[in-house]
């Protein structure tokens, strides 16, 4: 059964946790307790209907104002697909919560009120969405039994949206009307909206292809650890452990460990106690080689044929993430793949207003939550691809390494 992962924006007030509550519930995937539970609570707030936002709103701040502010991630299963749901918060505020969310996701799923329509902050998200290269995008117009069902509101924010996505990066769009409190076209198809003919929410998440949205053509492999058991039973096993990031691996592939160069042959591939045939994306699994050549963690074993050539000069946007600005001049530690080094901020090219996608190219210094394209120098090459081929090794994180935290998530557009 394959997986979906998906991440939610929108609004606040729009309804993103109480949608993902319909979706739980009325895919049978909670239990009675906690449905009686949410019930029990929303008697005890003096609401007329049970609050299905309480089901995903786990912190006690979030259930007070009724807002989500970390991302809350959600399991549940179908018979056709698993999915994980990143429950991402709605304010400026958390931009960098939303990033967080977002970066790993399949699909994204931004929710408008349909007496509001587009807002500002809806179509930030859409851009947050496409700089992300989030390759699905679904708008769900929500509240649709607060306007009568009206055709024509959801008509006139259908075009709008289609409008404004011209400008962005968004290969897949979906637009569906909804009411997540009554269950319209969340899981079932509403009677109020026979003129609506495209699919439900549920059977879009059940039925959209995203195996061919990874790259299945450039293998790319960062090994995270090396295993080497020291077991009577498996004596001379040596093998490299990692998540396939990119491209097909099978028995008997010609392949180089980058950065030394040195080539040689798959012997196997194990998954878990077993040999497998192949190995694709997103699969984490031991790679054994045909000859004993010196690998360790942050190596990448490629084909030769189309191996990533080791950068040091990076140009990226960069959401940044912490209250201190990023200057020029500034220097922090990057974790690329497995690989760690330190990185000197060369220059801030532009701040990037994410409302109507001015490039200001005046600023000096990016701020918290601000998005903006800079030059990185390394210490180290990093092996690296552009993020519009390749997320994961497109991508990387910027460290303060006086504290350890994780100061800004980066998306490389070239390197050399």
Known sequence: ?????????????????????????????????????VEATSASKGYDY????????????????????DVAYRYFATPARKFIIADTPGHVQYTRNMVTGASTADLGLVLVDARQGLTEQSRRHAVILSLLRVPHLVLCVNK??????????????HAEFR????????????????????????VNRSENMDWYS???????????????????????????FVVRPKSDEHHDYRGYGGMVAGGVMKPGDEVVVLPSG???????????DKEIAEAFPPMSVTVR??????????????????????????????????????????????????????????????RLDINTLHRDQETKELGLNEIGRVQLRTTVPLLCDPYSKNRTTGSFILIDEATGITVGAGMINNAS
């Open 50 to 69: 049970t609050d299905l936002a309480l089901l995903t709103d786990g912190l006690r701040s979030e259930r007070e104002q009724g807002i989500t502010i």
């Open 262 to 272: 040195m080539t040689s042959k798959i012997a196997g591939i194990d998954l878990f």
């Open 198 to 224: 495209g699919p439900t929410l549920m059977h879009h998440l059940e039925h959209i292809h995203v195996a061919s949205d990874r790259d299945l053509v450039d293998v790319r492999f960062p090994v995270q």
């Open 163 to 186: 409008a404004f996505a011209t400008k962005l990066n968004i290969p897949d769009l979906e637009v569906i009307p909804i009411s997540a409190l009554a269950g319209d076209n969340v």
């Open 144 to 157: 649709m039994d607060l306007v009568d069902f009206s055709q024509e509101v959801y008509d006139k924010i």
């Open 289 to 350: 080689l045909e000859d004993d050549v010196d690998v360790s963690r942050g190596d990448m074993i490629a084909r030769p044929a189309n191996a990533p050539k080791p950068s040091q000069d990076i140009d990226a946007m960069i959401c940044w993430m912490t209250n201190e600005p990023l200057k020029p001049r500034q220097k922090l530690a990057i974790k690329h793949t497995t690989r760690t080094a330190r990185a000197l901020v060369k220059d801030i090219q532009y």
């Open 1 to 37: 059964m394959d997986l979906l992962r998906f991440a939610t924006a929108g609004s606040v007030d729009d309804g993103k946790s109480t949608l993902i509550g319909r979706l739980l519930l009325d895919s049978k995937s909670i239990f009675e307790d906690q449905l009686e539970a």
